[in-house]
């Protein structure tokens, strides 16, 4: 018993820590060829990013959005902030994006609300990632799979 | 008697040439008239344009240069107005240009800010946005730090161009309810920007998909609202933009592999009507 806790420490779980670096150009390519989304999702500059997720230049050091057509609420965010306390504030504001979206669509796209229920909002360190899909599982299993 | 048949046989040969020839002209120079009356309606000349109500900064197409776009078949063609300034195809505007520019709209005009790559104008767009709430709806935060409404974001500093994109989210009023709407929001946009040039852009197309199948996004009202659009822009003295021969495919629908829905398309066809906002100006 004793063994197999000892041997757990030193390989399963060491199979569950999160990556410290991500590459978050594969990571949204992964993302996209997961059958997650039913949307075309296209890249917005950094810019456009900041006015929907409320960072400062300085404080995002890489990201890789992409949004809907706007007809869902799809959409990949992947940041890479600056210090951690930047990505605390950035998971807040993705938290409050997935309200503004439910407010938004609710009326406009109601069948849009399961994919808002279902958000994957994380942040591990100094990423953060907001990923709104038609299959969260899908989304999911890709997050996972990166944790390998 | 033989010299009197043979006068009378000389004059009516003279007789039935000339009646001929009356013929003949009479046929040739009706076909003249009825091709000169037709021309106008083809293509303006330089007289009609000049009793348009055109403020004196429309140009016409510098020579050697092309025409609007060529124009796709749509599935309901849009009647021509014969009155108001109209745009031509001209080089094309670098970003500087839009600089005093303003965009409003509803989701499609916020695809426009999110995908067209142009950054140099304000943008004051929502999404399910309409004629009505743009004046009523308070959904952006004013420079003032309050609540206001599309128009009233319009309002805050004097702009020299004004693109509007609205309708599609209304395709369900009937037309003369929609322009009156739409008539009261120019007439409020206008007081605040007298002297702005107003650019007002026709619905966009949808996909055949979506127009075979729904009774209030299909092709037909789209094109009836155009033609509504087109006039009251006519009547206002403002611009209108021809979206759905600016981004419609061949067969005069939004093309089936940049849309999901039908109705909101890629990026792709974002840079398309970027290109047409570039080139079609005052």
Not at chain 1, 37 to 45: E, G, N, Q
Not at chain 2, 24 to 42: D, H, M, Q, T, W
Not at chain 2, 104 to 131: E, I, K, P, Q, W
Not at chain 2, 154 to 160: H, P, T
Request: charged share 20%; net charge negative.
């Amino acid at each position: 018993m004793a063994f197999c806790m000892i041997f757990g420490m030193f390989t399963g779980c060491t199979q569950k820590v999160k990556p410290s670096e991500y590459d978050l150009d594969a990571l949204s390519q992964q993302l996209q060829e997961s059958a997650a989304f039913s949307d075309i999702l296209s890249p917005v500059t950094k810019e456009i990013a900041a006015s929907f997720y409320g960072f400062a230049d300085a404080d995002v050091t890489d990201c890789v959005v992409l949004c809907s057509t706007g007809a869902t609420t799809e959409e990949i965010a992947l940041f890479k902030c600056a210090s951690e306390e930047a990505a605390a504030k950035l998971k807040a504001n993705a938290d409050t994006r997935v309200e503004t979206q439910r407010t938004v669509y609710e009326s406009y796209a109601p069948g849009e609300m399961p994919k808002l229920d279902d958000a994957i909002v994380t942040q591990n360190g100094l990423y953060v990632f907001y990923i709104v899909s038609a299959d969260a599982s899908k989304a999911q299993a890709v997050l996972d799979s990166q944790n390998k | 008697m033989t010299h009197s048949n043979k006068k009378n046989k000389g004059l009516r040969a003279v007789f039935f040439v000339l009646l001929v020839l009356l013929v003949v002209l009479i046929v040739y120079f009706s076909k003249k008239e009825g091709s000169i009356l037709a021309r106008p309606s083809e293509t303006p000349s330089p007289a009609a344009t000049d009793e348009t109500v055109a403020p004196p900064s429309v140009a016409e197409t510098p020579a050697g240069e092309s025409e609007t776009p060529t124009a796709t078949p749509s599935p309901s063609p849009s009647e021509a107005v014969t009155s108001g300034p109209d745009l031509t195809a001209r080089d094309p505007m670098n970003d500087d240009y839009f600089s005093d520019a303003a965009f409003m709209g509803n989701s499609l005009m916020d695809g426009f800010r999110l995908f067209s790559g142009l950054t140099t104008c304000d943008y004051y767009a929502a999404t399910s946005m309409t004629v009505v709430g743009a004046t009523t709806k308070a959904c952006i935060t004013l420079d003032n730090g309050t609540p206001g409404t599309l128009v009233q974001g319009l309002s805050q500093e004097a702009y020299g161009k004004i693109y509007i994109l609205l309708g599609i989210n209304e395709i369900g009023y009937d037309v003369d309810t929609f322009i009156d709407y739409y008539s009261q929001m120019l007439d409020e946009i206008i007081a605040a920007q007298p002297d702005c040039d107003i650019y007002v852009m026709g619905l966009t197309p949808v996909s055949e998909a979506k127009s075979s199948s729904s009774d209030t996004f299909n092709m037909k009202r789209i094109n009836d609202y155009n033609t509504a659009l087109h006039q009251l822009a006519a009547d206002k003295g403002c611009y209108y933009m021809d979206l759905v021969s600016a981004l419609a495919g061949p067969d005069g629908y939004l093309p089936a592999s940049e849309t999901t829905d039908g109705v909101h398309f890629s990026a792709k066809v974002y840079q398309t009507w970027l290109d047409y906002v570039r080139t079609h100006y005052a």
